[in-house]
């Protein structure tokens, strides 16, 4: 039997919640709803969901304060859907917690795409499942830390390796720039993004067959890296 994945969205637009239900009650997932951050957190505290959908701009309680609240007692998947341009709103609610963003307006196989990473992180607690991590021509034995491109061995520097590991672990999922520094080089240097542009592109050199064109270590402007979830 498999069991019905339980969604909650918290949303103030009536129009926007409406194409949500339609479109994830077609895909057979279940449906609560919120039209403030309050009911949200309510709702959450009494039948948590297993995924949040959430909007930043809602009246009353803001998203952002959704989501700080939220996390000091809950780590349920958090995808935020916004209409804000400013990549600081995104960036800020990455950092403060939230597992992905998605700009309105949005496809629906995007959506589905990126609920699908968020709730296959929550069930592995962010811990890859196998040793080997495989995603196109790219091999990394885990265990053995040995990289691999199309089967020929890449030799790569323990920054390098460190930065392609943190996204290995979080695969499909973005990474705020702040995250990957404070990961790679410590809590002292989430500053220093110049540092982490100059080691991407080394890193795309070595494993991204057209490094100009990346199909692996892909840039979210603005806010940070993920590594590609190709099906
Ligand atoms: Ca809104």
Redesign the pocket.
Known sequence: MVAIVKILVI???PEIRRFLRASLVTHGYRLAEAESGEDGLRQISRQPPDLVLL?L??PGMDGLEVIRQLREWSRVPIIIISARGRDADKVDALDAGADDYLTKPFSVSELLARMRVALRHARGNGEPEEPVFEQDSLRVDLARRQVFVAGNEVHLTPIEYRILTTLIRSHGKVLTHRQLLKEVWGPDSVFETQYLRVYMTHLRRKIEPEPARPRLLLTEPGIGYRLAAHA
Do not use: I, Q, R, S
Request: glycine share 16%.
């Open positions: 949303e103030d637009e909007d701009g809602l």
